[in-house]
């Protein structure tokens, strides 16, 4: 069973809480009603209170001081307790009053109206009430007046508590009912064992895209119709609660017990459809996370928290369910604190620098461009590889930053080498993300006009050849790059998602084979055959073809003999720092005018 709520006691403890909490907005609301109430019955004091076991706070008040009393002090404790309104012309005649602290002393309450709060569950939470420091008889008309006042507080602190705790689209406990509800369990000393688990359906870009396309409303419809889905499918107990906690995001809290754990729901719920509007479905892919907890183990937040790694972790890891992992998630938390310090290596332009690696004619030898390679020094951490922080930039808005300080090196490079001997293209990784902005090729225009240099010495090589061919926007990103000169190269052709017909698709002038497909020329037949066809093929679509990998003179000559146009590897030389660059070249061009 997941929590008691079949009583009034939960659930007036819960809704007290939620009034109890901090919320301007609502306050200086209710500031308003104790105006109009002292304005409308013609009494100068008016405050609106709420009683828990042993307080009375007062929430908004008018002329009247007090802010907090216990409860056996209070004046409203008769109003909620007896659940009437309570009604005292004068209380120095009353002999429940006569001696009353308030009343004999600050603030002198010598009149005292109040009329309970009650939610639609029928239970009184507060009073709004009406004194003054001298007697006042009291119609029934005022009473009329006064209860009907309290009636619209209600409703408007339903309103408020529905807007703050309900999903507006789904209709569905939001977030923000999911923490408190923890809380609540861990304030109430709930000791039994609980899981929460988190469900994804729907891929966030696809709906944003369909959004573009169709406009909201089908995706609301989408969204809507999932929350009616997905109770229907699992069919949770009565003890069970949904949540939505993003968009297009769910989550379920349940007993450890329950059936409905992540790898169920998983299950339960592969191959399903929603629907976009009549007519039109959607397929959903679901994954789930789930963890497991003890209220008061863990904040509130800490828990949710968890179950979000565990989904993140499945979704990463491409298996549909996956329980909260410790080391796992601490891999994740230092994934997080890499990317941070990225950040503050961007910002303040410190640890990161640049090797370069040339690309050479294999017909003759002679050095045609140089590829840019980032690097990161960590101030703790040391020498890091590539591999260890460019696939996480790549997965937030870092990879752009990242993108822009190599560019901005790179021709801050080429400004340096001006005049110089040296006059070689460098080309530089560029991300999906950046070809779809727009203008992005005018930007890159303008900084190399305005550092005096043509579009010719910065290449623009490009990776996430699926994702290219998705986007319209990176289509044409790229397509407005080759207009402005800029040489267009596809890095890592022949692995993954390597097919020739997608190539007329985009305006490309080097195909870069991935060193995977060069490395076993040496010594693999089906290599050589597959290779060969491969650099017959573009060389006959027009493409330069550039080998990476290349390690030794074999495979040079097997290379030369396909037709290949150029070729970048260690047999040549590895990435290096800018003055070694320096040396290498001046060394290739004595070899050649000398050798």
């Not at 308030?102 to 639609?120: D, H, Q, S």
């Not at 994954?287 to 008061?296: D, I, L, S, V």
Request: charged fraction near 25%; charge should be negative; aromatic fraction near 8%.
């Amino acid at each position: 069973m997941l929590m008691n709520l079949g009583g009034d006691e939960p659930r007036r403890i819960k809704a007290l809480q939620a009034l109890l909490a901090p919320d301007e907005s609502r306050d200086e609301v209710l500031r308003k009603f104790v105006q109009l109430a002292s304005q409308a019955l013609g009494i100068p004091g008016s405050f609106i209170s709420v009683l828990d076991d042993e307080h009375q706070f007062v929430r908004a008040s008018r002329n009247f001081d007090l802010k907090e009393s216990s409860r056996d002090d209070s004046l409203c404790r008769h109003v909620v307790d007896s659940d009437i309104p309570v009604v005292v012309p004068d209380t120095l005649q009353d002999a429940r009053f006569a001696t009353h602290p308030l009343i004999i002393g600050e603030p002198f309450i010598r009149f005292y109206a109040g009329v309970p709060l009650k939610n639609r569950e029928r239970i009184v939470l507060g009073t709004l009430c009406v004194t003054d420091t001298r007697p006042h008889t009291f119609s029934t008309e005022q009473l009329a007046t006064l209860k009907l006042l309290g009636e619209l507080v209600m409703s408007f602190l339903e309103a408020w508590h529905a807007a703050s705790f309900t999903d507006v689209v789904t209709g569905l406990p939001n977030r923000q009912r999911l923490i408190r509800d923890l809380q609540f369990l861990a304030a109430a000393g709930d000791t039994t064992s609980r899981r929460l688990v988190l469900i994804d359906c729907i891929d966030m870009p696809r709906a944003y895209e369909l959004a573009r396309s169709m406009g909201m409303l089908p995706v609301e419809n989408l969204l809507k119709d999932m929350a009616t889905l997905l109770p229907l499918r699992l069919r949770p107990g009565v003890d069970d609660r949904f949540y939505t906690v993003a968009t297009g995001r769910f989550a379920i809290l349940t007993g450890a017990n329950s059936r409905l754990s992540a790898s169920y729901v998983a299950t339960v719920l592969q191959g399903i459809s929603a629907d976009l509007e009549e007519g039109i479905s959607v397929e959903l892919t679901a994954w789930a996370g789930e963890t497991a907890f003890t209220p008061g183990s863990f904040p509130a937040q800490e828990i949710l928290r968890q179950g979000v790694s565990a989904l993140h972790e499945a979704i990463g890891q491409g298996v549909s369910s996956m329980s909260f992992n410790e080391s796992f998630d601490a891999s994740r938390t230092d994934d997080f604190l890499l990317m941070n310090d990225l950040s503050v290596a961007l910002e303040k332009n410190e640890g990161l620098y640049l090797v370069y690696q040339p690309k050479v004619c294999l017909r003759t030898g002679v050095p045609l461009g140089l590829e840019a390679l980032i690097r990161w020094k960590h101030p703790t951490r040391g020498e890091l590889s590539p591999a260890m922080f460019i696939p996480l930039a790549s997965q937030t808005n870092l990879v752009s930053a990242l993108t822009e300080w190599v560019i901005n090196s790179v021709i801050t490079q080429q400004k340096a080498w001006r005049g110089t001997s040296i006059s070689l293209p460098i080309s530089v990784n560029v991300s999906e993300v950046d070809f779809a902005r727009e203008g992005y090729a005018d930007y890159l225009e303008d900084k190399m006009i305005k550092a005096g240099l043509p579009t010719a010495l910065l290449g623009i090589e490009c990776m996430e050849t699926e994702s290219i061919l998705e986007s319209p926007a990176a289509l044409k990103g790229l397509e407005m790059l080759k207009l402005r000169g800029f040489a267009l190269s596809l890095d890592d052709f022949g692995i993954g998602y390597s097919n020739i017909s997608y190539l007329r698709r985009m305006p490309l002038d080097v195909i870069k084979l991935d060193k995977s497909l060069i490395s076993e020329l040496s010594s693999d037949t089906a290599s050589r055959i597959i290779a060969r066809s491969i650099i017959k093929m573009l060389k006959d679509l027009d493409y330069t073809v550039l080998a990476e990998g290349v390690e030794n003179a074999e495979i040079v000559s097997t290379l030369r003999q396909y037709g290949c146009d150029q070729a970048q590897g260690f047999f040549y030389s590895k990435p290096l720092p800018v003055e070694e660059l320096q040396s290498w070249l001046s060394w290739k061009l004595r070899d050649r005018l000398y050798g």
